[in-house]
C-alpha cells in the first residue's frame, strides 16, 4: 500500500507537511477514540420511554422467594458431596411467561459468604420488581479459600465457576416452570462472585459435572463488582462484561480488573468499566445507586429487552 505521506516520486515532503500530517493523525486517533468510548459506553444510557417501563424501572410492588431450590450436586475438595441451592425471586402477579433470568452469586473469599448476602438480597428484589426472575445461588466452599491464598484455592475457584455454570444449566432445562426466556441469562455477582461471573462469561467450554448436563452453559451478559478474571481468559464470541470495581479496593486490585478489560478488548469483545471513585471492597452501600443504574442499563441493551 503508498505511503500516503511521501510525494508520488517516493520523495519524502517538507517538515512542514510532516508536521501536519501528524497533527491530522493524532486527530483522526482521538475522534476514533471518542467514537470506541462512545460506543462501548451506550449501554449506560437509560432506555427511553414512559414510566414505568418494564426492566427499567420496578414496576412491581412484591416479590415471591422460593428459597433452597436444589439444582445440582457436586463432591468438594474433602470429599463430600454438597448439595447446591438456589433462592428464586419472581415479581408478584406478573402475567409475562419469558422474562430474563439474573443470576447472582455471592462473595466470602471461596470460604464463606452465603446466598442471602445483604447485596445480593437487595439486587435479587429490586431487579424481580423490574420484571427479571433472579437466583441468589450457594455453591461449593474451600476451607482454605483464598484470603490469604492457599493451596485449595485455584481449585475453589474452579469449583465456584463449575456450580455456577450448572445453575445456567438448570434453570434452561426448567425454564417453562420459571417462566424464563432462555436467550436471555446473565450473572452477576461480589468479590469471589464477581470473579465466578466472570469466568462463567469466558469459560462456558469448561462446564464442569455439577447437574444438568444436557443444556448449554453460555450466559449473554455477566457483570461484576470488585472482581476480574482469575483462573481463566476471554476468547472471541464470549459475552460482554460490565466490570465496576473501586479504585482503592486493596482485596481485589484495582488493576487486577483493569487487565481483565483489557484482555476481553484485545479478544475483539465488549468489556466496560465503571470506576468506583475511592470505593474500596465490594463499596455497595456507598455506591448502589450508581451500581444498580448501571447494571440496569447494562442489561436492557446487552439482553435486548427492548424487543421482549
Same mark, same amino acid.
Given at each position: 500500500?503508498?505511503?500516503?505521506?511521501?510525494?508520488?516520486?517516493?520523495?519524502?515532503?517538507?517538515?512542514?507537511?510532516?508536521?501536519?500530517?501528524?497533527?491530522?493523525?493524532?486527530?483522526?486517533?482521538?475522534?476514533?477514540?471518542?467514537?470506541?468510548?462512545?460506543?462501548?459506553?451506550?449501554?449506560?444510557?437509560?432506555?427511553?420511554?414512559?414510566?414505568?417501563?418494564?426492566?427499567?424501572? !420496578?414496576?412491581?410492588?412484591?416479590?415471591?422467594?422460593?428459597?433452597?431450590?436444589?439444582?445440582?450436586?457436586?463432591?468438594?475438595?474433602?470429599?463430600?458431596?454438597?448439595?447446591?441451592?438456589?433462592?428464586?425471586?419472581?415479581?408478584?402477579?406478573?402475567?409475562?411467561?419469558?422474562?430474563?433470568?439474573?443470576?447472582?452469586?455471592?462473595?466470602?473469599?471461596?470460604?464463606?459468604? +452465603?446466598?442471602?448476602?445483604?447485596?445480593?438480597?437487595?439486587?435479587?428484589?429490586?431487579?424481580?420488581?423490574?420484571?427479571?426472575?433472579?437466583?441468589?445461588?450457594?455453591?461449593?466452599?474451600?476451607?482454605?479459600?483464598?484470603?490469604?491464598?492457599?493451596?485449595?484455592?485455584?481449585?475453589?475457584?474452579?469449583?465456584?465457576?463449575?456450580?455456577?455454570?450448572?445453575?445456567?444449566?438448570?434453570?434452561?432445562?426448567?425454564?417453562?416452570?420459571?417462566?424464563?426466556?432462555?436467550?436471555?441469562?446473565?450473572?452477576?455477582?461480589?468479590?469471589?462472585?464477581?470473579?465466578?461471573?466472570?469466568?462463567?462469561?469466558?469459560?462456558?467450554?469448561?462446564?464442569?459435572?455439577?447437574?444438568?448436563?444436557?443444556?448449554?452453559?453460555?450466559?449473554?451478559?455477566?457483570? +461484576?463488582?470488585?472482581?476480574?478474571?482469575?483462573?481463566?481468559?476471554?476468547?472471541?464470541?464470549?459475552?460482554?462484561?460490565?466490570?465496576?470495581?473501586?479504585?482503592?479496593?486493596?482485596?481485589?486490585q484495582y488493576q487486577c480488573a483493569i487487565s481483565s478489560?483489557?484482555?476481553?478488548?484485545?479478544?475483539?469483545? !465488549?468489556?466496560?468499566?465503571?470506576?468506583?471513585?475511592?470505593?474500596?471492597?465490594?463499596?455497595?452501600?456507598?455506591?448502589?445507586?450508581?451500581?444498580?443504574?448501571?447494571?440496569?442499563?447494562?442489561?436492557?441493551?446487552?439482553?435486548?429487552?427492548?424487543?421482549?
Amino acid at each position: 500500500m503508498p505511503n500516503p505521506f511521501l510525494s508520488h516520486s517516493g520523495t519524502a515532503r517538507s517538515s512542514n507537511t510532516r508536521r501536519r500530517s501528524r497533527r491530522r493523525l493524532a486527530a483522526l486517533a482521538l475522534a476514533a477514540a471518542v467514537v470506541a468510548t462512545a460506543a462501548c459506553e451506550v449501554q449506560f444510557v437509560a432506555p427511553e420511554g414512559d414510566a414505568p417501563l418494564r426492566y427499567r424501572d !420496578e414496576v412491581f410492588t412484591t416479590v415471591t422467594k422460593t428459597e433452597d431450590v436444589t439444582y445440582g450436586w457436586a463432591w468438594n475438595q474433602e470429599q463430600v458431596e454438597v448439595t447446591l441451592k438456589v433462592d428464586v425471586y419472581r415479581p408478584d402477579g406478573d402475567t409475562e411467561t419469558k422474562r430474563p433470568l439474573l443470576i447472582l452469586v455471592h462473595g466470602g473469599s471461596f470460604k464463606t459468604g +452465603s446466598k442471602t448476602s445483604p447485596e445480593l438480597v437487595d439486587q435479587a428484589n429490586v431487579f424481580a420488581k423490574k420484571g427479571y426472575v433472579t437466583a441468589s445461588i450457594s455453591y461449593r466452599l474451600s476451607k482454605g479459600g483464598c484470603l490469604p491464598v492457599s493451596a485449595q484455592c485455584p481449585t475453589a475457584i474452579l469449583h465456584a465457576k463449575h456450580d455456577a455454570l450448572a445453575a445456567v444449566r438448570y434453570f434452561r432445562a426448567n425454564a417453562g416452570t420459571y417462566g424464563i426466556d432462555t436467550e436471555r441469562i446473565a450473572i452477576t455477582g461480589s468479590s469471589a462472585g464477581a470473579i465466578t461471573a466472570v469466568n462463567v462469561a469466558y469459560g462456558a467450554d469448561d462446564p464442569g459435572n455439577s447437574g444438568t448436563s444436557d443444556q448449554p452453559s453460555t450466559v449473554r451478559a455477566a457483570t +461484576s463488582l470488585s472482581g476480574c478474571a482469575i483462573t481463566t481468559s476471554p476468547s472471541a464470541g464470549e459475552a460482554p462484561v460490565l466490570y465496576l470495581h473501586g479504585s482503592a479496593d486493596v482485596v481485589v486490585q484495582y488493576q487486577c480488573a483493569i487487565s481483565s478489560r483489557d484482555a476481553a478488548l484485545a479478544a475483539g469483545l !465488549e468489556a466496560n468499566f465503571t470506576t468506583l471513585d475511592g470505593g474500596g471492597h465490594v463499596p455497595y452501600v456507598a455506591f448502589r445507586t450508581t451500581i444498580l443504574d448501571h447494571t440496569t442499563n447494562f442489561l436492557y441493551w446487552k439482553l435486548d429487552l427492548e424487543h421482549t
